[in-house]
Nanobody
Framework: QVQLVESGGGLVQPGGSLRLSCVVS????????MGWYRQAPGKQRELVAH???????NYADSVKGRFTISRDNAKNTVYLQMNSLKPEDTAVYYCNAHHGWKNIDYWGQGTQVTVSS
């Protein structure tokens, strides 16, 4: 059974930092494109960043230069380092595993990030 378990969310002041982690119970972790998405109240879920390999990453324009996605294939874990956080970053953040040629997506349960003074 595939499981994605996020952690690391919380309340932080504007300008602060958080690091999200997602541990993935899945076979052949390395073949999945891993991503972070977020959904704010009343808004659609949106892509934050995704990573295939160390040289294949993509970010939403709104987080470029502030967020960094990385993966540790030995630990089946993907991370999202979030710096210079803004109130508009407030959302539930979801971890995603995407199998390209099967076009299958797996999701975590989400972790709340709140940026407020």
């Amino acid at each position: 059974q595939v499981q994605l378990v996020e952690s690391g969310g919380g309340l932080v002041q504007p300008g602060g930092s958080l690091r999200l982690s997602c541990v993935v119970s899945i076979t052949r972790f390395t073949i999945y494109t891993m991503g972070w998405y977020r959904q704010a109240p009343g808004k659609q879920r949106e892509l934050v960043a995704h990573i295939e390999g160390p040289d294949s990453v993509n970010y939403a324009d709104s987080v470029k230069g502030r967020f960094t996605i990385s993966r540790d294939n030995a630990k089946n874990t993907v991370y999202l380092q979030m710096n210079s956080l803004k109130p508009e970053d407030t959302a539930v953040y979801y971890c995603n595993a995407h199998h390209g040629w099967k076009n299958i997506d797996y999701w975590g349960q989400g972790t709340q990030v709140t940026v407020s003074s």
